[in-house]
């Protein structure tokens, strides 16, 4: 949601007067939840959950964070995944799910060369379904101590990374330049394309608006997003994973029961179209779009792309350029069958699968994502 414009889902007088009458509420802060992104590199001294607290700060879809990890052995981690973390509705394939494993291992493997320590990686190593990810072992991952270090000048922008759903400054172009830095950090086997031109921008901006209306639209997906909404501090603390409301405005929201899941559902009500005009903001937006292609769409190739999409989105902060991922096009359940067919025909001319697809601009400075603590992933 865009926070920004949110006040106008029920009546910006009555939530600004309220605030002015309940600040505790409207200031607390979800501190317990935000604490990984303090706590990386600092808590642990064992290489493995050096670079695991790190890596867990990953970008995912919807915030499930959905690994799951295992230290048996002194050099060993095995990554796998949560199945009650999935995402039914809107990634039937656990094909997004599988992109975020993948930012995960980049960042893993990126944190461990800052230590001195290179990764090596056997993905997958028991076979996959392509159909739906299993218990079976994402990736094995083994630490060795390199004899040189050869960190990545990315790991820099760990802490700066968000996935930035604000609207963007439409009187602000992102130059070709920037554009060509950003797109050289796919270096791990995807193909990375960008394009700021104004013919592009505004073909994509018209069916990333149109795809996003489809996911809003459409009862089943739209409700697997908002059961996943945490709304103020509480919920966000309890469960801090899936889309987070926190912040003063929606502390106070919360607090007078004028944000719920059940009214954001409603269709009928001033909270669901007010709230569709406020995310269509964010793609009508755009002033560029990059996207990413693999040659397949193996469980490997999907793990590729996300080790080469977190790396784009490093690559971004460091230019100071706000990214954010459109994914709805790129899902495959049937509602979606006509916008996955058109953005494929516009960007895979040669067959490629486009695994990712976001916008970029310049945008505001946000907080980081909750997240859960490390211990709470590992077996």
Same mark, same amino acid.
């Given at each position: 949601? %865009? ?14 007067? $309220? ?18 992104? !303090? ?17 867990? *700060?990953?970008?995912?879809?919807? %915030?499930?964070?959905?690994?799951? @990890? ?7 981690? #095995? ?14 394939? %656990? ?11 980049? @960042?893993?493997?990126? $944190?461990? &060369?800052?230590?001195?320590?290179? @990764? ?43 996935? %930035? ?10 130059? !070709?330049?920037? *554009? ?9 086997? &995807?193909? &990375?394309?960008?394009? /700021? ?34 709304? /103020?501090?509480?919920? @966000? ?16 929201? /919360? $607090? ?28 009508? #937006? ?17 793990? #590729? ?6 790396? *784009? ?15 709805? $096009? *790129? ?29 970029? /601009? ?18």
């Amino acid at each position: 949601m %865009n926070r920004r414009k949110f006040l106008a889902l029920s009546g910006g007088g009555v939530i600004l007067a $309220a605030t002015a009458t309940i600040g505790t509420i409207a200031t607390r802060k979800p501190t317990d939840a935000l604490a990984p992104w !303090t706590q990386a590199g600092t808590m642990y001294t064992e290489p493995r959950k050096r670079a695991l607290s790190y890596a867990i *700060l990953a970008p995912n879809p919807h %915030n499930r964070q959905p690994w799951l @990890v295992d230290l048996s052995g002194e050099d060993r981690v #095995t990554l796998t995944v949560d199945t009650a973390k999935m995402l039914p509705h809107t990634d039937p394939l %656990n094909r997004q799910i599988t992109i975020g494993l993948g930012c995960f291992l980049e @960042v893993m493997v990126m $944190a461990a &060369a800052e230590d001195g320590y290179t @990764v090596d990686l056997e993905v997958f190593p028991e076979g996959s379904d392509l159909t739906a990810l299993d218990e079976r072992p994402v990736a094995v991952a083994t630490f060795r101590k390199a004899a040189t270090a050869n960190p990545d000048p990315l790991f820099a922008h760990i802490m700066d990374r968000r996935s %930035n759903k604000e609207p963007y400054d439409i009187t602000r172009p992102v130059p !070709t330049d920037v *554009l060509n830095r950003i797109t050289m950090a796919a270096s791990r086997g &995807a193909q &990375a394309i960008a394009d /700021g031109s104004d013919q592009s921008v505004t073909t994509l901006r018209e069916l990333t608006s149109q795809a996003l209306v489809v996911e809003i639209d459409t009862p089943h997906t739209f409700k697997e997003s908002v059961d996943l909404f945490r709304i /103020g501090k509480a919920e @966000v603390e309890a469960n801090p994973d899936g889309i987070d409301f926190s912040g003063p405005m929606f502390e106070t929201l /919360g $607090a007078f029961g004028l944000m719920t899941r059940d009214g954001t559902l409603d269709t009928s009500s001033t909270m669901f179209q007010q709230g569709k005009v406020a995310v269509l903001e964010n793609t009508e #937006t755009a002033m560029a779009h990059l996207w990413l292609n693999t040659r397949g769409n193996s469980r490997e190739d999907q793990i #590729t792309a996300g080790r080469d999409w977190v790396r *784009l989105n490093l690559a971004a902060t460091a230019e100071g350029v706000a990214m954010q991922p459109l994914s709805q $096009a *790129l899902q495959e359940y049937q509602e979606m069958a006509e916008h996955y067919a058109r953005l494929h025909d516009m960007l895979a001319a040669e067959g490629e699968t486009v695994q990712m697809l976001a916008r970029l /601009g310049y945008g505001i400075a946000l907080p980081p994502s909750p997240r859960w603590p490390l211990e709470a992933k590992l077996i």
